[in-house]
């Protein structure tokens, strides 16, 4: 069982930034996988970027060069750096974690980013 709290979201600018974290009431070393997915008005949810307990990553070709996934071990936390965002980035911004390597993912509740003049 593993709760995960975002924060970080809000109102910005095209061409701001943005820096989500997404807190994990588990030891990160007992994590296979985190990760970022996204749910914008009207259209599905889908992966933003995801990172492993071996430092693999993976990211979504509409965000690469300009989002940024990390984790902080010693706080059991994770980030998403979103640089140069664009309208088309605006949505409820997921964290997610998944313990085993095909195991059940567990979800936070979202936080809301906009991007907007």
């Known amino acids: 069982q593993v709760h995960l709290v975002e924060s970080g979201g809000g109102l910005v600018q095209p061409g701001g930034s943005l820096r989500l974290s997404c807190a994990a009431s588990?030891?990160?070393?007992?994590?296979?996988?985190m990760g970022w997915y996204r749910q914008a008005p009207g259209k599905e949810r889908e992966l933003v970027a995801t990172?492993?307990?071996?430092?693999?990553?993976n990211y979504a070709d509409s965000v690469k060069g300009r989002f940024t996934i990390s984790r902080d071990n010693a706080k059991n936390t994770v980030y998403l750096q979103m640089n140069s965002l664009k309208p088309e980035d605006t949505a409820v911004y997921y964290c997610?974690?998944?313990?085993?390597?095909?195991?059940?993912?567990?979800w936070g509740k979202g936080t809301l980013v906009t991007v907007s003049s």
């Open positions: 997610t974690a998944q313990i085993m390597v095909y195991g059940m993912p567990y």
């Open positions: 588990r030891s990160s070393f007992s994590i296979y996988a």
């Open positions: 990172t492993t307990s071996g430092g693999k990553t």
